[in-house]
């Protein structure tokens, strides 16, 4: 009913109903991404994964950088800079960690590490 009472479109109407059927969603779920635009959003990245990786990898990967994130939860400003966005998503993490009690921690965020003698700058999120 949600998705007959809310999409038009057939092609976007049958996406939605097939992620129903792959990821058993519920009513909430789907009411969600179709409320996101899950389908105007679902890869739209350009890629070439298809052609340089097997099979599974490809459609994992895919999966993994659909473009454009959503991070509405955040309540950002319409014009946010990648600071503005890195300092709310740190807040975000340290008050879920913080939620989760104890056996979880944040170490710090731009930290350097080095993994095989690559060193590079990234955060360090650890479960202990």
Do not use: C
């Not at 994964?49 to 509405?72: A, M, V």
């Not at 955040?74 to 879920?96: G, I, M, P």
Request: glycine share 6%.
């Amino acid at each position: 009913m949600v998705i007959t009472s809310k999409i038009k479109d057939h092609k976007e109407a049958l996406f939605y109903v097939q992620k129903i059927i792959e990821n058993n969603w519920s009513r909430a779920v789907i009411v969600h991404h179709i409320e996101g635009q899950l389908f105007q959003r679902e890869g739209k990245a350009a890629t070439n994964f298809k052609t340089s990786l097997p099979e599974p990898q490809s459609d994992l990967t895919l999966q993994t950088i659909k473009d454009p994130y959503n991070f509405d939860f955040l309540n950002l400003r319409e014009k946010h800079d990648e600071k503005e966005l890195e300092s709310a998503l740190l807040e975000h993490v340290t008050r879920f960690l913080l939620k989760l009690g104890a056996g979880f921690s944040f170490i710090g965020h731009q930290q350097k590490i080095s993994v095989e003698g690559d060193d590079s700058q990234g955060g360090s999120l650890s479960a202990i």
